[in-house]
């Protein structure tokens, strides 16, 4: 059994059954407490009371001796800390998760819901003519779109489960979030959510109907025809407004601190709204240049005169392919350019070293042990790390860091980039990472209050500032201050100089890189395939519509001559046009977010970290764009469905 310490052989007396899934215990006699765990007395004591004692009375009693006093489910806040499970992983995950989707939902049912209506523009002309109000066709678009989301709750709510379910165990499975965590299936969630999705589609169409409804009968029978003019500048000044809300993002927050990939994704969807609120602009411009190098031959010319005069349908369709692909090539590039920059900087971290210890069947070392390896004839210099978590007071509100514990003794083994202050690490010291000291506005001086892993109040000075911080943590404490107050307190590495002889220890020996956040990109991979299969469908759906919707259209093509496969090539054609410009906007707006989000790491600019990854998902996109177009041409263009033709 390995604790804090020391390694040492025991007998196992017997089992316990009944246990916390995802905790572990092991039970020794009380003298031999305070030898296995190094704590100098008890953390908590269990209280039963006499039969008729109130316990309103005992707790104030004991809270009068100024201790913290738990009952109930609260009990369990008694333990040492990390007995606990931590939920602010999962809560942030699956909170990223709602935002995406969230996002997502409104986005591609309003322009759905668009295109749906603009669609049907004759029909209501037609019901204006005979007499329809605006209010009426308004309650029948409701009343539609209200009965179309109630069918569709009925199927979503069990498969929502399911899913939840498979991503929950996937996310056990990857370590990002606690073995205890249970997806809970509560009616009242499950009814609010259909009651969001139908307020959301209430919205969406009550947006998309406004004009529609408005207009006069003469004028939208005109728009059947030709596309509708409408006025221009509530559209642009509503754009100006998103793409600086997305330019004050990426200028001024800090992206290279924890908020980096969140405040990437809200510039991202500031940007796509942008895009989405000029559309008819940005796409007809992109659109009209696309059209013309892609549109080679007869067919392609066609398609390209169609989809330039078409270019409202193509806005449909496209901003939706947009999203999927800005989205989530945002979410794994900047996944990715962290994964570089922790990588840089952890072989910049650990250059000096010539060796790097680990324990070999323990998830770390007793501090004696890593000591004695440290000490070795053959050690000229050595850097010893203790992992742990510290907590910072940001006014009133309690922030968690990833910290470490070091020993440094002799020549340099481990290189953290010091930037201001020297590396001279005491009991009262401490060490913050660069971007820590920006968001805290701490210097080389200053004396903040910390709350260690037991819970002890601590104020220590800052002596440096250092920037490689990437795979290691915001706070460089003490490793004796971290190990006699953390209930764990075993040493991760110890990183040598020198050839010593380890023959001796249940070590293992690595060429001085650690590994990296391999789970928690895993996680996000997760997410990404979450979101993809989200907006994939919504992609389908809004390709069906549009191809559906022009049925009179290629029945007269058909009586005028055209064959099947003339119109296959030149829906084909169209969907390449489409895919073309979606792909084409979807880079430019992951392109600036990613950029922002990289100079903010290191300087350096990237559209993308991993190239392989990055075409993958270009042909990923657009080859699902490509089919999602194919795919209901082929069902509409058949003879029989065609109307004039039936």
Request: charged share 15%; glycine share 12%; with cysteine.
């Amino acid at each position: 059994m390995t604790t804090k310490t020391g390694t040492r052989e025991v007998r196992v007396s017997g089992l316990v059954d009944g246990g916390v899934p995802g905790q572990v215990a092991v039970f020794v006699a009380d003298r031999q407490v305070a030898e296995w765990s190094g704590l100098g007395g008890p953390t908590a004591v269990a209280v039963r009371l006499v039969a008729g004692a109130e316990l309103g009375d005992v707790v104030g009693a004991l809270e009068e001796l100024g201790v913290g006093v738990f009952s109930g489910a609260d009990k369990v806040d008694g333990d040492l800390p990390g007995a606990v499970p931590d939920y602010i992983g999962a809560i942030s995950i699956f909170g990223f998760v709602l935002g995406i989707t969230g996002f997502a939902a409104v986005f591609v049912l309003t322009g759905t819901v668009s295109l749906a209506v603009r669609q049907r523009l004759r029909e209501l002309a037609l019901l204006r003519t005979a007499g329809a109000t605006p209010r009426q066709l308004r309650r029948l678009l409701g009343t539609e779109i209200a009965l179309v989301t109630v069918v569709a709750t009925v199927p979503a709510l069990p498969v929502g489960v399911v899913v939840a379910q498979v991503v929950a165990g996937r996310f056990r499975e990857l370590g990002a979030v606690p073995a205890q965590f249970e997806v809970a299936v509560n009616v009242l969630v499950l009814l609010a959510a259909a009651v969001v999705g139908l307020v959301v589609t209430l919205v969406a169409t009550s947006v998309a109907a406004r004009r529609a409804v408005r207009i006069s009968p003469t004028q939208a029978l005109r728009e059947t025809v030709t596309a509708g003019r409408g006025s221009r500048v509530p559209r642009v000044v509503a754009a100006v407004v998103l793409a600086a809300g997305a330019v004050a993002v990426l200028a001024l927050v800090p992206l290279g601190g924890p908020l980096g990939m969140g405040m990437g994704f809200v510039s991202c969807a500031l940007l796509l709204c942008a895009v989405a609120a000029l559309g008819p602009v940005v796409v007809g411009a992109v659109t009209a240049v696309v059209s013309r190098a892609v549109g080679l031959g007869v067919v392609g010319r066609v398609a390209g005169a169609m989809t330039r005069v078409e270019s409202r349908r193509v806005v449909g369709v496209a901003i939706p392919l947009t999203l999927m692909f800005a989205i989530n090539a945002t979410m794994l590039s900047n996944g990715d350019v962290l994964g570089v920059v922790t990588a840089e900087q952890e072989a910049a971290r650990t250059a000096p070293a010539t060796l790097r210890v680990a324990a070999t069947n323990a998830p770390g070392l007793p501090l004696v042990t890593a000591e004695r390896v440290a000490a070795l004839p053959e050690v000229t210099g050595s850097a010893l790390t203790v992992g742990t978590r510290v907590v910072v007071d940001q006014e009133g509100k309690p922030e968690d860091y990833p910290a470490q514990g070091l020993r440094l003794a002799g020549e340099s083994a481990l290189d953290l980039g010091v930037v201001e202050g020297e590396l001279g690490i005491s009991r009262d010291s401490v060490a913050v990472s660069g971007p820590l000291a920006e968001q805290r506005g701490w210097a080389v001086g200053d004396r903040p209050s910390f709350w260690l892993a037991d819970g002890t109040r601590v104020t220590l000075v800052v002596v440096a500032v250092f920037s490689h911080w990437r795979g290691f943590g915001d706070l460089v404490l003490d490793a004796g201050l971290v190990a006699a107050h953390d209930p764990r307190g075993l040493v991760g590495a110890v990183y040598l100089r020198g050839e010593p002889d380890l023959s001796g220890f249940p070590v293992a020996v690595g060429s001085g890189g650690g590994g990296l956040e391999e789970n928690q990109q895993a996680a996000w991979e997760l997410m990404v395939a979450v979101s993809l299969g989200f907006t994939a469908i919504a992609v389908v759906n809004t390709f069906a519509i549009a191809t559906g919707a022009r049925r009179r259209e290629f029945g007269e093509l058909r009586l005028a001559g055209a064959t099947s496969r003339q119109l296959h090539r030149l829906l084909d054609r169209e969907a390449l046009i489409t895919v073309v410009v979606a792909l084409v906007l979807g880079c430019a707006v992951s392109g600036v977010v990613v950029g922002a989000f990289s100079v903010a790491q290191d300087g350096q600019w990237r559209l993308f970290a991993d190239p392989v990854r990055y075409f993958g998902m270009v042909a990923g996109v657009g080859l699902l764009g490509l089919v999602a177009g194919a795919v209901p041409a082929r069902v509409v263009v058949r003879r029989r469905a065609l109307p004039q033709l039936g």
